[in-house]
T-cell receptor, first 122, second 116 residues
Framework: AQTVTQSQPEMSVQEAETVTLSCTYDTSESDYYLFWYKQPPSRQMILVIRQEAYKQQNATENRFSVNFQKAAKSFSLKISDSQLGDAAMYFCAYRRGIRSNAGGTSYGKLTFGQGTILTVHP | DSGVTQTPKHLITATGQRVTLRCSPRSGDLSVYWYQQSLDQGLQFLIQYYNGEERAKGNILERFSAQQFPDLHSELNLSSLELGDSALYFC???????????????FGPGTRLTVL
């Protein structure tokens, strides 16, 4: 079974500074996707960034970027120029790909890490 | 706004009761996922439906059941409720078509269930 681990229960950063949230995962599958979701106090789950495992290039979305280390099974999220609105719980998530060697028809479910609470100080 | 709707937003009920949570996926999305978020279990997958059929089951209790109707909306039924069932229940939808590599899941706002 796949597992996702976020070892930082809480992180804090000063406004305008950079912070990195860690995530490691364990899988034996060949095709998969990794995601970071943001959950602000409203509790809405918002997709921040995605990474396809077959792509070596790290994904970026504006101030958000990832450091994807496939061999190490590490998938960290870097938030640059942190803003007060970035304060939230962040979840790392894993999903099997369609071409996964595990077979079967269910590849869509997300497996989440425990989450990291990010505080942004003004 | 993700385009996924969930009703009700909040639900307060007593132990032993039965409730139904409703989810309407984004237009065109065939797949619906249900997730439970609780303090002790975190965010975990419960069940998936695709075009009306159950496709995958996760850590879903036998007291819980779900279905997806011909119009693709889904309902999650929770019965014989216990205090520990208090949680935030999310529905997510995706297109789930072969060849669509992204297949992003869009989450609804959730239903907060409180069992007293």
């Amino acid at each position: 079974a796949q597992t996702v681990t976020q070892s930082q229960p809480e992180m804090s950063v000063q406004e305008a500074e950079t912070v990195t949230l860690s995530c490691t995962y364990d899988t034996s599958e060949s095709d998969y996707y990794l995601f970071w979701y943001k959950q602000p106090p409203s509790r809405q789950m918002i997709l921040v960034i995605r990474q396809e495992a077959y792509k070596q290039q790290n994904a970026t979305e504006n101030r958000f970027s990832v450091n994807f280390q496939k061999a190490a099974k590490s998938f960290s999220l870097k938030i640059s120029d942190s803003q007060l609105g970035d304060a939230a719980m962040y979840f790392c998530a894993y999903r099997r790909g369609i071409r996964s060697n595990a077979g079967g028809t269910s590849y869509g479910k997300l497996t989440f890490g425990q989450g990291t609470i990010l505080t942004v100080h003004p | 706004d993700s385009g996924v709707t969930q009703t009700p937003k909040h639900l307060i009920t007593a132990t032993g009761q039965r409730v139904t949570l409703r989810c309407s996926p984004r237009s065109g999305d065939l797949s619906v996922y249900w997730y439970q978020q609780s303090l002790d279990q975190g965010l975990q997958f419960l069940i998936q439906y695709y075009n009306g059929e159950e496709r995958a089951k996760g850590n879903i209790l036998e007291r819980f059941s779900a279905q997806q109707f011909p119009d693709l909306h889904s309902e999650l039924n929770l019965s014989s409720l216990e205090l520990g069932d208090s949680a935030l229940y999310f529905c997510a939808s995706s297109v789930e078509m072969s060849g669509r590599a992204r297949n992003e899941q869009f989450f609804g706002p959730g239903t907060r269930l409180t069992v007293l």
